[in-house]
Every structure is written in structure tokens, then in C-alpha cells.
């Protein structure tokens, strides 16, 4: 397969997108070329740093670079030539199977949105990512892709990570979870109030409202939640975890014996850490669009490039969007012939 | 002052509820009458096993209780005798001047807005909470009350929890956020934009949108979101704390040298602890009620019921209410004088 990096896009690019490439194909799997997308002088500087330059690797010139705060769709329509949307156009011409960027989100989205377009059947895309949970891993969307959802959105969402638990996360029989202020079913907005009628209707093994109490209580593999929503659970999850390891890193400092305690204890911290390290995640992935897009975070370091390149590399090889279609069009055959879903009859029928 | 407390909300009702009065009565604050509202034998019973009764409870029989999961509005019209609405009525008799209350959260909302009312030119109360940050902490406005907000309401909200963070907090000048999915002012949902540009117009110290990321960055003293979205947060970060110390626990109990590790620093483990512990807070303040309505959280300990009433008192002794009264006013006139928020021009002028 072939895949198309988004070489300068990130914190840390083109340095930390190269290096995490150059690990990735150390590492011998099923990926055939590989796109570097962005300044050439840039990402050559950079690939000679790593030794010897794998065959595999093919850079692709692009003259411009979309910063992390750029307006998103302006900057889409005016750099033609940044190495984000040269990079979504190696997909939308059928050269590369996938794309992976720590860029400007938005930016990706809108590209992704207006190049590669939606796969049939499904209305909108959404950003999905995966979480730890205290026995596996839970998948979160939409984590910040569609501010102003419908409620059939959601279901789509529900059925789309559904399948990347089952088939990415290798979880048999997904438990899809919509977030809400309380677990009660007539808790919530209208909103989720509406997309919880429609989830029950679903094939899904819809398991009904969770809220954030709940997030990891192991009560669900999928958690539903509007874009706002997704993001700011995540963030906040992300930061209370940074702020935690900090308060507690100050008060171990605070004498000797809390910092001896710490060095005897220090495997317990690391092992924490790694199991909130978002990099051990590979990104978040764009589901919905018609082509496989991956988004490292921003100050992605060369491992968490490297996981967003074995994420690809899964989707890709699960054949993972026309199994989205096939999904899709059943929900949707079966919301036709379910009685329930029907329109009211009209007042002369 | 007088304060009516429901004896009977709560996860561990009526016993914690009991046990927090006697230690807050014990610690001689400025309460003058303190009414428990309940099961008069219940009650009664509780309170022996706190030695002599202090003669400022007085016990107010109700023979009804909300249970947690009762649906809010149902319940507060077909439970007339409850705890929980009878200890809002000596509010609105004027017997009290502030209820706590650690029972169903909606009831409670339901009940003070129904039988109490908004405060002048307040358009929907909203439910305060105080969260700890590196340095101090600060409120985050509305964790939960209005499902439904317009952008106005989120001002209003700006406007009160920033009189909390000055008045109760302590803070000079209090920072005031809006809660949006990225920090630039073009980032957020249709809700947030609109808010955004209001808040822009106000008196208020506006620095903007923070995200998630920034929570506990210590950008602010006051964060403002929808309700849908604080509630979320607020639960996201409890949570994150609590399978954060699970998950280290777990860790450091796997071999006998990060157990003693674990023992030489227990204090920091404590410290943190203590930090990140809700009870800590005082429970959430229902803002823009007429009458002063705590909340304390379900599973309140002793402690947390005593931090409840020792947050009562500070409202009622600030004559906080009285407070917004005038902020909103101010506000309101102001907007009317200033041109930007003046309706377009028809097409006639």
C-alpha cells in the first residue's frame, strides 16, 4: 500500500513527521511508497539525519504549509500548494490508499471534506479516537469535526466506530454508549435526546446514555457524542491528567523521603504514563470521507507518527470504508422497512 | 441567619447530612436557626447519635422524599410533602435565607425556579461549581442546569460567577473565559460565537475562549459553557482523577519496592487527594435564583455537607443575590447605550 505524510504539519514538523516515518519503515510493514509531502529541501535536510534513505520513500514538493492556526477553510482555498492538501490529493487521485498529518485539524477536515468527499450514504464526517479504559480501550466520536449535528449524524457515527472497535480494536460485539448529562433516558438535550430514540432502532448493541462519570467505568467500547462535546471531554481528560502528574510530581518534591518513595515507585509512574500517552494512540481518524485520513496531534513526537502510520496501515488493509458503506446501507434499508421509523401517516391517508 | 437544610438528599441520607450539620453547628459559625427538613424520627434518630442536640436545629417534618433517579419535574408536582421542596418553601416564607440540599439535582432546580423564582433580569439560573487550578481555583458556570441555553444566558452567567470568583474567591479581577473548542475567536459552535461577541461588549475581564487543553493553565478564574458541555467536563475530569488513582494504585501495589515507595510518599498521594477532592468545594451554587440554593453533590460526606453550609453563609452574609441584582442591571443598561449590540437599522430608516 502507499501512503501520503503530510511531512510539514505540526509542532514539530518536518523533524518529528520524518523521523517518525523513518521508524515506521524500520520496522518492515505492509506499506509499499511512502509520500513525504512538503519543502523538499526541508525533508531532505531532515531524512539524512536518519541514515541511508529508504527506498520506499518518495518526496513530493509542495511549496506552501498551512499553520496550526490558520483559518481552515481560507487557507485550504488559497495555498494550493501546501503540503496538507497536495498530500489529500495523492489520496483523491488514487496514488496513495491514505493520509496521515499532524496539521491544522480544521484545515484537514475542510480538505478531506472538499477533495476526497463523504463515502455513500453517510451525511457528514467525524473525528473518531481512541481512549485507554481501565480493562482495553473505548473509541470517542465525533472528538471535534461537526459542530452542528443532527441526530442522524450521531447514529452514523455510532455505526462507524462501532466497526472500528469490532475490526480495528478487535472488540467482538461493541457496546455503543451516547454521552449525556446523566444515564437516564430522558436525560439530555434535544439533541441526544432525538439520537437516542433513533440509536434504539439500530442493529448496534446500543447500551443507552453514559455521562462523563462513566467514561471510564468500562461500560462501553463506543461513546456517541456531538463534536463540541467530544472535544472538550477529551481536552479535559488530557489536561486533568497533565495537571495531576504535575501537582502530584510538586508535592513528591516537597522532602526527601517523598522523593526516595518516588524513585523506589518510579516503574509505577512510567507505566501510568504510558497508558494515558495519547502518542501510544496513533491520532485520531476521520471516518466517513472517502479515503482513509488519519490526524496525528499537533506535537506528535516521532512514536505517535509512527502508531498514526500503523493506524493507516489498519484501515487500509481492513478494508475499513467499504465496510462502512456495506454498514451504512443496511441502516439504512432497515430504518425503511422498521414501522417505527416511518414518517406519520398524513392527515388525508 | 436561618438556613433549611433537605435532611433527606442524597446517597447517604439522612445520616451524612445530620453528621455535617452537627460539625458545622459545633464549629459556632453564623448560623442562628438551622432547620433540618425530613423524617421527624429519622432524624431524630441521627441526630442522638451526635450527643445533645444543639439548640439551634429545629426540625421540619415532611413526609415525602425525592428519591435520586425520581424525574425532576414529575416529582417536585406530585411529592408536595417532599424534603427537599418543603426546605425551598421556608425560603420562600422568608424562614430561611439559603437551602442545601444534597438530593436530586433536577428536582432541586426545578423546585428553587418554579417556587422562588429568577433574580431581576435574569433570564435562567445556572449552576456555579468551583474547580480546583494550579494556583487557586476557579468556578465553572453552568455545570448542568440550562439544557438549552441562548447566547445571553451564557453573559449572565459570565456576570455572576465572576461576582462569585470576586466576591467569594477572593479574586481582584477575575479572568472570565468562554469554554469553546479551540482558543481563537472564529473556533466554537454557533452558541459560542454569538456568546463570544456578547461578552466582547460587557464589562466583564473577557480573555477569550480557552479549551480543554487550558482548563487547569490557569487562564482563567472564570470558565463559562453550556450546560451540556460543563456538566461533561466537570464529570470528565472527576472521573479522570479517580481511574488516574486507581490505575497508579494498581501499579505500585505490583512489586514490594514501589509499595514502599508508595508508604514514604504518602503524603504527597494525600495532598493530592485532598486537592482534587469535590467535597473539598462546598457544592455547586444554583446562581440567579431568588433565594440562596446549595447543592451538594449526591454522595456528600459529612465534610462536603459542611462545606455546603459554610458556602451558604459566605452567600448569604455577602448579600451576594443583591449583587447580581445590580451587575445585571448595570449590564443591561450599558448594552442598551452601546451601539454595536443596538438591533441593525431597518430598511426604512
Redo the contacts between chains.
Sequence with gaps: MNIAVDAMGGDFAPQNIVAGVAEALRQNGPIARLYLVGNRDRVQAELRRHGPVDPRIEIVHASEVIAM?D?PVQSVRRKKDSSLTRAIDLVKRGEADAVVSAGNT?ALLTAAHLKLRTLEGVDRPGLAVVMPS?RNMFVLMDA?AN??PHAINLVQYGIMASLYAQQILRCAKPRVAL???GT?E?K???L?LEAHRLLKQTQLNFVGNI???????DMADVVI?D???G??????????????A???KE??R??P??L??????????K??KR??DPDEYGGAVLLGINGICIKAHGASSPKAVKNALRVAAEFVEGQFNEHIVEEIKKFHAQIQQSPIAQPPLSATA
Aim: with cysteine; glycine share 10%.
Design positions: 492556526h483559518p480544521g481501565p471535534g459542530l452542528e454521552f449525556s448529562i437516564e430522558m439530555g438535550n434535544e441526544t455521562d462523563g462519570h462513566d467514561l471510564f467505568a457524542a463534536a463540541f462535546v472535544n472538550a471531554v477529551l481536552k479535559a481528560c488530557e489536561s486533568t491528567m497533565r495537571v495531576a504535575g501537582w502530584l508535592e513528591l516537597r522532602n523521603l517523598r526516595l518513595g518516588m524513585l523506589l515507585a518510579q516503574g509505577a509512574f507505566a501510568l497508558k494515558a
